[in-house]
């Protein structure tokens, strides 16, 4: 290119000046080829000097044959001391071979050069993906990207397309994209959404009264540029002016697109606006691509205020991150409560089952043991021995008494030498009496030993009553224990369960208070998408009343003036009171989007990227 175009520099140096920057293309004598050819070899100047013109140009598109250099220069990529560590990357292995490969296959599977498994397209592609993965371990290797880098290996060798690759993801907010959190996209979503908010209302509360997440239709284009959206000469006119002018021409044509369609989605509903996206939009602008172009930079884009978003963004996401993080510890403290709870509940119902099993055993071992009318037959058998007793003491006294008084008479026969019949046979009265007392004697004995039967089983009796009265006190005693142990293991449970409805009132009230605060939000949402609608009422109707009284000619020159000052006066602090109860109702649903993005890892990109395959 640049013997080329230097063989004719001389004919046409003086014809593109920095003069002629905000002049039209139609009036430039020199071709195409020769211009984009000066612009390669005076690129340094026509940046200083030129760059508006060179904005011009790009928008309009840059030549197939000049892309490759270009966009090299556009992105600094042309002498980066990474391109000498490529070859060496290669001879490396990546834990994302095994993805990349997979992936592969899917990245523009109609294009020739990617055709085949063993194509040459497929295999350059898996090189740069592979040798990223080691560069950036961070990142590593995300869907999406090989698109990117499939578009650049269309336009140069993979050496050169790596390091482009590696400028876009370092310095285009490109890694932020596909970095594990996807922060970058979430506040793509959110800028996204307050436009779409700011200048489609009407769109963008049918998409919400139809759960059309911002995320479901526009994720793949942040991530991809377009390039698995439109068709790929349109989708290369939107990569040029991505390589001048950043995301800004994303933002662009993605809210021309919706402008375009506004009047036919607003009649579908969800499952016709997902087929409305996938079959229809990509193919309206095949024909003429500058008609996408041309909408997309009529579209109202405030860099000021999107930087503004930005930082909303960042401090919203601080809140929720806080709000997060307050939660998930209250939640764990509670959930450490329950568990606790949950343990001594444990205990102390295994403690009452013991305690259950121990009055069990001793009601057993009680029914065992004589009750109260077994002890009171006792006692009554017990007094009736002592009545024995004391009547065989009795007997025995009057006994000894009989054979005292027996042995006094005969001592005193004896002494008087015996009388009357005991003369007669004193032998036989002799006998006889011996054989009295005898018996006597004899009956003393047995009575005696009678006495110490009764005495023996009286005390045994007395023993066996007094064990029982002992044991029943001590059952007595351990059933009262028992009885005192349950019920306080009966509070203690009561308590438990007391703790543990007032943590599920506690997060009850959590849940209720959180539900409140997001529809005290959405009400003062709705105040002021209100509030907003009135005041551009006002607004145009005091234009309408400033130009009636331009061209009527109702009020005399000073007085029109006047009148026309207080117009504008009125207009402006109307304005500024639009301006300050402007509230972007993306944050409404931001938290929703941050649920989507966190869990939007490959499966989820599938749907997105490759929408044709689910």
Request: overall charge neutral; aromatic content about 8%; proline content about 3%.
């Amino acid at each position: 290119m640049r013997s080329m175009s230097g063989s004719r520099r001389n004919s046409g140096s003086s014809l593109v000046s920095s003069s002629s920057a905000s002049s039209n293309l139609s009036h430039l004598e020199e071709d195409t080829w020769i211009l984009w050819g000066r612009i390669v070899n005076e690129w340094d100047e026509w940046r200083r000097k030129k760059d508006k013109l060179l904005k011009e140009l790009i928008r309009k598109g840059i030549p197939h044959h000049f892309r490759a250099i270009v966009w090299q220069l556009l992105g600094n990529a042309t002498d980066m001391p990474v391109k000498n560590q490529y070859s060496e990357l290669l001879k490396m292995s990546s834990p994302c071979e095994k993805l990349i490969r997979r992936d592969i296959a899917r990245t523009y599977p109609e294009h020739e050069f990617f055709k085949g498994q063993d194509s040459l397209g497929q295999e350059v592609l898996f090189n740069v993906m592979k040798a990223y993965s080691l560069v950036d371990r961070e990142v590593g290797y995300c869907q999406g990207s090989a698109f990117i880098v499939g578009l650049l290996l269309m336009q140069m060798p993979e050496e050169e397309a790596f390091c482009v690759f590696v400028r876009l993801m370092q310095e285009y907010r490109l890694r932020e994209l596909f970095k594990p959190t996807m922060a970058e996209l979430g506040l793509c979503i959110y800028q996204f959404e307050y436009l779409l908010q700011e200048q489609l209302p009407e769109l963008n509360v049918h998409f919400r009264s139809q759960s059309f997440h911002t995320s479901m239709y526009a994720s793949s284009w942040f991530l991809t540029l377009f390039l698995t959206f439109l068709p790929m000469p349109v989708a290369t006119r939107i990569f040029d002016i991505f390589m001048y002018e950043g995301l800004e021409i994303i933002f662009r044509v993605g809210m021309a697109i919706l402008q375009y369609n506004q009047t036919d989605l607003i009649q579908l509903d969800m499952e016709g606006m997902s087929q409305h996206f996938q079959k229809v939009i990509p193919h309206q602008f095949d024909s003429c691509p500058d008609k996408l172009i041309l909408r997309a930079y009529q579209v109202k884009y405030n860099p000021k205020r999107m930087k503004k978003l930005r930082t909303e963004n960042r401090l919203l996401k601080q809140r929720i991150e806080t709000l997060e993080k307050y939660t998930e510890q209250f939640v764990t403290g509670l959930q450490t409560q329950l568990e606790q709870s949950r343990l001594q509940e444990a205990e102390l119902l295994g403690a009452l089952k013991e305690m259950q099993d121990k009055v069990l055993d001793l009601e057993k071992r009680s029914s065992s043991l004589p009750d109260e009318n077994n002890v009171a037959q006792l006692q009554d058998e017990l007094k009736l021995v002592k009545l024995r007793e004391l009547e065989t003491l009795h007997s025995f006294r009057e006994m000894q008494d009989t054979v005292t008084e027996l042995n006094q008479r005969w001592q005193l026969h004896m002494s008087k030498g015996g009388g009357g019949h005991w003369k007669e046979s004193p032998k036989n009265a002799l006998n006889e009496l011996q054989d009295k007392l005898m018996g006597v004697r004899l009956r003393e004995a047995q009575a005696q030993a009678e006495l110490r039967e009764v005495k023996l089983q009286a005390i045994q009796l007395e023993s066996q009553n007094q064990i029982h009265s002992k044991l029943i006190g001590r059952h007595e005693v351990e059933s009262a224990a028992m009885q005192e142990r349950l019920q306080q293991l009966a509070s203690q449970n009561k308590g438990m369960l007391a703790q543990l409805t007032e943590m599920k009132r506690k997060q009850a009230e959590l849940d209720c208070k959180s539900k409140e605060e997001v529809m005290a939000v959405r009400l003062r949402e709705a105040d002021s998408m209100a509030a907003m609608a009135e005041f551009r009422q006002k607004i145009a109707e005091l234009e309408i009343q400033k130009e009636e009284g331009l061209i009527q000619g109702q009020l005399n020159h000073s007085d029109s003036r006047q009148y026309i000052t207080q117009l504008r006066d009125q207009i402006g602090e109307l304005k500024n009171e639009l301006h300050v109860n402007q509230i972007p109702s993306c944050f409404l649903y931001f938290s929703e989007m941050i649920d989507v993005v966190r869990h939007m890892k490959h499966d989820i990109l599938d749907s997105l990227l490759w929408p044709s395959s689910v």
